[in-house]
């Protein structure tokens, strides 16, 4: 029998806390026990491992006499505590939860859990003393701080926005590809070897959906489609990724100067990645690059959260006619030689997605924006018209060799 089933076996005996396990018990204890050390993240893990050894002796020695552990079982302690430990106090235990996706804690410290899309409230209460100790950490002075860590994006409130609240969301780390996705039944093989020529072709896609956790997750799911010997540049100020391999590097500019942000678009500009995936809401970040992404002529994949496909075309018009003071014919006509497609993500309450409308952009000779829908999802199925260039032309496969055209595969 393992430590951890021996442990939840074996109840905590004293009236403070009745019917709890062990495991859970210290963990909680540990927990309070780390936020009352404000020196507690100045020590080196050795030193931190060395202190919990000596509580949980301590606890051993006078709450649970009845329990006998090796020092092999207190080291596993000790390890599985340091491991989930991220200085959060009380809420750590359930941060290291695979099953939760976000904790809130309310302006009266009560603590609720996010576990499949649903807020629930727990019996954990945060008390100020304990806010104060978490945020001290992460250096928040104002109102709103919003910082990222690991795999997590936590974001503190204080007066006079509201009275300590925080919020902690993970961030879901995607691995999938598109063929992957074809397999969870999301997109078809169809759809999938025309997205793959234009990642192919350095094609460049907007993405848009109301649903911000789609849109990146969607965006990794192409991040991880391209190319090995290809390099990936991720701009980002309020949709965090993550660097899954060594081929993606992520720039997130949120808390960086107007000067500071520049130099990271110049520089990445510089680099000449094979493609730039930008994630910004900041209105002047997002236009300086936009009105400047002529440069990085290929490979731009752009996230715009909006409703629909016609409001994605009304925001980017609004932030070229505002930048450089032209008439909306105008900022249609750089939308059109800028943009070769916008895919459109909708989101099914099971947590899936579809491609509810691809539209390839182009233009006519009088500088009118035309939008071709080439694939549509459509009560269950998608359904397809693809120009008749792509549908005679030979796939590109990521090893380099050609395989039969789309049309031919069609007919297999």
Not at 71 to 80: M, T, V
Not at 90 to 117: C, H, R, W, Y
Not at 336 to 362: G, H, P, R, W
Request: hydrophobic share 40%; with cysteine.
């Amino acid at each position: 029998m393992g430590i951890s089933d021996r442990l939840k076996r074996f109840e905590h005996k004293p009236d403070i806390v009745e019917e709890t396990s062990f495991s859970d018990f210290i963990t909680e204890a540990l927990s309070r026990k780390i936020a009352s050390i404000p020196v507690w993240y100045e020590y080196d893990y050795s030193k931190q491992f060395e202190l919990i050894l000596n509580f949980l002796d301590n606890k051993l020695n006078s709450e649970f006499e009845d329990l006998s552990l090796t020092d092999a079982e207190k080291r596993e302690i000790a390890e599985e505590f340091l491991k989930n430990n991220k200085g959060f106090g009380i809420l750590d235990k359930l941060l290291s939860d695979k099953d939760v996706d976000a904790v809130m804690v309310n302006s009266l410290g009560s603590v609720f859990v996010n576990k499949g899309g649903k807020y629930v409230k727990t019996d954990l209460v945060m008390s100020s003393a304990q806010f104060t100790e978490v945020e001290s950490r992460f250096k928040g002075g104002g109102a709103l701080t919003r910082v990222c860590q690991d795999n997590l994006v936590i974001t503190f409130l204080k007066a006079p926005v509201a009275d300590n609240m925080i919020f902690i969301k993970k961030i879901r780390e995607v691995f999938d590809n598109l063929s992957d996705i074809v397999d969870d039944g999301i997109i078809t093989e169809e759809v999938k070897i025309y997205l793959s020529g234009l990642l192919n072709d350095k094609k460049n896609i907007i993405i848009t959906s109301s649903e911000k956790d789609i849109l990146n997750e969607f965006a990794q799911v192409l991040i991880n489609s391209v190319k090995d010997s290809d390099r990936v540049a991720v701009i980002e100020d309020y949709m965090p990724f993550r660097a899954l391999a060594d081929n993606v590097s992520v720039f997130s500019v949120s808390s960086l100067k107007e000067l500071e942000w520049k130099y990271i678009l110049e520089s990445v500009k510089e680099l000449k990645y094979d493609y730039t995936v930008t994630a910004l809401s900041d209105y002047e970040k997002f236009s300086s690059n936009y009105i400047n992404a002529e440069e990085s002529s290929q490979g731009l994949i752009t996230l715009v959260p909006a409703k629909n496909i016609t409001e994605v075309s009304l925001k980017l018009n609004d932030v070229v006619q505002r930048s450089l003071k032209c008439t909306e014919k105008q900022a249609k006509l750089k939308l059109s030689s800028l943009y070769d497609v916008i895919i459109q993500l909708d989101k099914f309450e099971n947590n899936k997605y579809c491609l509810s409308s691809v539209m390839e952009i182009s233009s006519t000779k009088s500088s009118s924006l035309v939008m071709d829908e080439v694939v549509k999802y459509l009560d269950g199925l998608y359904v397809l018209d693809l120009p008749e260039s792509f549908c005679d032309g030979e796939e590109v496969r990521n090893d380099g060799k050609s395989s039969k055209t789309f049309r031919s595969r069609l007919k297999k």
